[in-house]
């Protein structure tokens, strides 16, 4: 279990899943919270949602600080749950909303370089929509598509490419719940109760890869295998050479000196 958990009564660790996704901007926000928190603590996880945070805000902050002081908040919270569970339902258009595709690359972010136990989850409230193309090509152009000769789905109007990878959504978002092994499912429920399940599955595989690099102790080198260098042995500018060896060497020293020192000698004269 990673180190984003937190020790219940009973001294087991509960997993903490933060609430991604456009539910703060509907209509009775806390309550909503409230609700999905209480479905995951019915499965032993504990819930966090941005509006848990408690932020320093005074009474004369501008807009901007408010936005930026809740961006800071956001991040902090995630960064102490072990889970992103997102709600991908379309949001000012065909795509998730920005801020929960945001949070996912903030944890994706997390599982490269910081926690590789992490995870994100994904999940529409309403079962799924159609494919991302789909909902692009109606929405967005008005259904006034084509297929071009090199194969790719464009606008009629605008020649604008259109994603089509059979996927709900932009690639990189499915492909950060994927790396992470992360699913998507049609409902917050269906999803709440698949979170231990799949935190188990990702351990289950990390432990096997790490099997995997590890040699068998048979062909691990043992102490008796490694090789012990002769008592008669010693070393020299890095080479191993024998007594002989170097009494050879010094031999062929002394006699390349005096040959020098006869040769000075005789050009003297």
């Known amino acids: 279990?990673?180190?984003?958990?937190?020790?219940?009564?009973?001294?087991?660790?509960?997993?903490?899943?933060?609430l991604a996704g456009p539910d703060v901007f509907l209509p009775n926000p806390i309550q909503i919270g409230k609700d999905k928190k209480a479905i995951l603590a019915r499965h032993g996880i504990e819930g966090c949602f941005p509006f848990d945070n408690e932020l320093p805000l005074g009474k004369n902050q501008q807009p901007r600080e408010v936005a930026f002081a809740i961006a800071a908040g956001n991040e902090d919270m995630i960064s102490k749950c072990?889970?992103?569970?997102?709600?991908?339902?379309?949001?000012?258009?065909?795509?998730?909303?920005?801020?929960?595709?945001?949070?996912?690359?903030?944890?994706?972010?997390?599982?490269?370089?910081?926690?590789?136990?992490v995870l994100i989850i994904?999940?529409?409230?309403?079962?799924?929509?159609?494919?991302?193309?789909?909902r692009v090509?109606?929405?967005?152009?008005?259904?006034?598509?084509?297929?071009?000769?090199?194969?790719?789905?464009?606008?009629?109007?605008?020649?604008?490419?259109?994603?089509?990878?059979?996927?709900?959504?932009?690639?990189?978002?499915i492909g950060a719940i994927h790396k992470t092994g992360g699913k998507i499912y049609g409902s917050f429920e269906e999803a709440a109760a698949n979170i231990k399940n799949l935190l188990a599955?990702?351990?289950?595989?990390?432990?096997?890869?790490?099997?995997?690099?590890?040699?068998?102790?048979?062909?691990?080198?043992?102490?008796?295998?490694?090789?012990?260098p002769k008592k008669d042995e010693n070393t020299l500018w890095g080479y191993h050479l024998s007594k002989a060896s170097v009494v050879s060497a010094a031999t062929a020293v002394v006699g390349a000196v005096a040959a020098a020192g006869f040769y000075v000698g005789r050009q003297s004269r």
Request: no cysteine; proline share 8%.
């Open 1 to 18: 279990m990673t180190k984003e958990t937190k020790e219940t009564e009973e001294g087991a660790p509960k997993i903490k899943v933060y």
């Open 82 to 117: 072990t889970v992103v569970l997102a709600n991908l339902m379309p949001w000012y258009g065909p795509g998730a909303d920005n801020g929960t595709s945001f949070e996912m690359g903030f944890m994706s972010a997390r599982a490269m370089f910081d926690d590789p136990d």
């Open 122 to 134: 994904g999940y529409y409230p309403e079962g799924f929509p159609d494919l991302a193309s789909k």
């Open 137 to 173: 090509a109606d929405m967005v152009y008005g259904g006034k598509v084509m297929t071009n000769s090199d194969g790719f789905l464009v606008s009629t109007e605008t020649g604008r490419s259109i994603e089509k990878f059979g996927l709900h959504d932009n690639l990189m978002l």
């Open 201 to 228: 599955a990702k351990q289950q595989e990390q432990s096997a890869q790490k099997e995997k690099l590890q040699l068998p102790r048979d062909l691990k080198p043992s102490p008796q295998d490694q090789p012990v």
